[in-house]
């Protein structure tokens, strides 16, 4: 599958080269990963990093000096957040950054050079010796150099987009990203308030049984999170209750026929909506489990599918089929299930073993 990538450059804003003493290019494993190490009360000095994205976002940082390295992760950042990423203004070392989307689709590129490919792993992790792998659920990936602006005693990094929001636009712009995700219809990411935007957050607040003032909470990127994850919100939504990588395929009616797309990938866990006419009355949905290869996963010696019985053409890459003459498009024949919208407009399938 290709990687997703978002319409935006990240951003990094710069500073005058430092000269480096030799105690630095010295530094051994031990005393690079100490420096990763937050301080357990506020310092006089940190290094922050402020998310002014739409795209709630996890970062590890590395440190690398002379041949050394160790990494820390991840800081979870929501748009229009700043954390403390280290409790001094100077690295000991070069400094180092990864991020990851959070509701986005998986191996979405955030547009960041590579410069040097450490390791990381999960959770709260500090690796040390971070050029390799050594230890159980970690992995190498790849990190982007960065050097923050230092004003008294305080270097700040930012992560922007070519939107250049600011803090606050940044926050709103998030939200209205996850909303448009969940099929509410905030209108066009920009940060900017207005009437359609208000309109998505109230049916959203209503729908969750939210106090009124819920958007002004630190915690509204968790409950978006959540409901997103959850397949929630207006229009059709596929979520992904097994352990494997499932492979989906929409049809629709159009013009008296039905219209068969795919593949959309859904990871586990996850949700996902395709897109879908608001005024359809019925979807039809295809799906088949897949191997980290993209075979198919078999299940009682059959491959695992999520399927009905109307008719419908499916084909192995990626595809548009009108019609049921799967012969005539070099397709395979296949049985979709129907799916009813709710009342609400609404309508979900879960994948399930």
Known sequence: MARHRMPFSWSFSPMAARARSSTHRLASAA???????LAATAAQAETRLCNRTSIVTEAAIGVMASDTAATRGWFRLDPGQCRA????AEAPGRLFLHTRAIGEPQNTSLGQPEHVTLCVGEGDFLVSGATACARPNTRMVAFSEVRPTVVEAIAVLFLSEAADYDLPQARRAGIQRLLARMGYDPGPVDGLEGPRTDAALRSFIADRALPADAAASPDIFDTLLSA?????????AWCNETGHRIMASLGVDEGGRIVTRGWYRVDPGTCLKPPVELGAARVYSFAEAVDRDGRPVQAAGKPLVFGGDIPGCVRPAEFEIGGTDCAAHNARATGFLAVTFDGRRRASVRFRE
């Open 228 to 236: 997103w994850r959850a397949g929630e919100g207006p229009g059709f």
């Open 31 to 37: 005393l690079v990963a100490a420096g990763l190490c």
């Open 85 to 88: 990423i280290l409790q001094t």
